[in-house]
């Protein structure tokens, strides 16, 4: 029932952050895209995975499906899929979400405006990006990407580390479940 308050409470009061490893937040992350196609050929590189950050835990994984959603889309039929979710530590001692693929990357016409909603590439409603910016944004992080046309790109998430020492036991136990 806490759980459950919690998640809706998050849902609500989508500036409610509270702290969670990295390590929960790829499972929750994994969990949610573990349907769909792209899961077989996804690999994740966690190199922090006790550190903390403070985040939505609704929101933030959403954002990263979104990013993996995207990069999926973006590789061509015929082409060996690579996908990478990556988590390390930048070099300000931001924590870093990357997600790199192999896709047909992002026309430079494209690029500026990948941010707005409305703007979509794939023919959707061009609102996840926009979604992603704004959670990115309510958490006091920054987003950069690295793009080569026709040959993939790579947007990583510049978060900064939760000052607290732990995140509660309980919360552990049902985000590694």
């Not at 950050?53 to 889309?73: C, D, G, K, T």
Request: net charge negative; charged share 20%; glycine share 8%.
């Amino acid at each position: 029932v806490e759980r459950m308050s919690e998640m809706i409470s998050e849902v609500l009061y989508e500036d409610q952050q509270s702290p969670i490893s990295t390590q929960a937040l790829i499972g929750i992350v994994l969990s949610q895209c573990s349907v769909n196609d792209y899961a077989s050929y996804l690999k994740v590189d966690n190199q922090l995975p006790d550190t903390l950050i403070s985040a939505n835990r609704f929101l933030f994984p959403r954002a990263l499906i979104n990013l993996l959603e995207n990069s999926a889309r973006a590789i061509p039929t015929g082409r060996n899929p690579e996908l990478f979710l990556r988590v390390s530590r930048g070099k300000g001692g931001e924590v870093v979400f990357s997600v790199t693929d192999n896709g047909s990357g992002i026309s430079p016409k494209q690029l500026e405006p990948i941010w707005d909603r409305g703007t979509s590439g794939h023919q959707s409603s061009g609102l996840g990006l926009a979604f992603v910016r704004s959670v990115v944004e309510r958490m006091h992080g920054s987003i950069q990407v690295e793009n080569t046309e026709h040959f993939g790109c790579r947007i990583s998430i510049l978060l900064p580390e939760e000052v607290c020492e732990t995140e509660e036991p309980a919360l552990i136990a049902a985000d590694s479940q």
